[in-house]
């Protein structure tokens, strides 16, 4: 993809479609994203997931959610360089490194434990 639009090789626009059918299956596939979604799913039916939850959950995280949108935004607008030797690793890495901040994202706002338990801060 970087090649049609980094590039701006336009006449490449055909290969659009596998490409998004290929992070399609990707995601399904090997990220398991559809399960990551049941889960939170899940945890959030037995739990409170509600927005006003979740915002006193962010401002009590603000530098760690500080530290994530720095990092995101680093992953996001890093610069391709023509001479990649593996595209795919590249954007792997990239992709990699994107769900890490995003997990650590959700876990934060609402304040998901490794055990699928609340955290509830006001019971310790």
């Not at 399609?24 to 409170?48: M, P, R």
């Not at 530098?63 to 720095?70: G, T």
């Not at 876990?107 to 490794?114: G, V």
């Amino acid at each position: 993809m970087y090649k049609i639009f980094g590039k701006e090789e336009w006449w490449r626009l055909y290969e659009l479609p596998g490409f998004l059918y290929e992070i399609y299956l990707t995601s399904v596939l090997e990220c398991q994203v559809e399960e990551l979604i049941f889960d939170l799913a899940e945890f959030c039916d037995k739990n409170d997931c509600s927005i006003e939850r979740v915002f006193e959950n962010d401002f009590k995280a603000a530098f760690q959610l500080v530290s994530i949108a720095n990092s995101l935004a680093a992953v996001t607008f890093a610069k391709f360089t023509d001479d990649i030797k593996m595209e795919s690793d590249a954007y792997f890495e990239m992709w990699m490194e994107i769900g890490k901040n995003l997990g650590k994202l959700v876990r934060l706002s609402t304040s998901f434990t490794e055990d699928g338990l609340f955290k509830d801060e006001s019971s310790m």
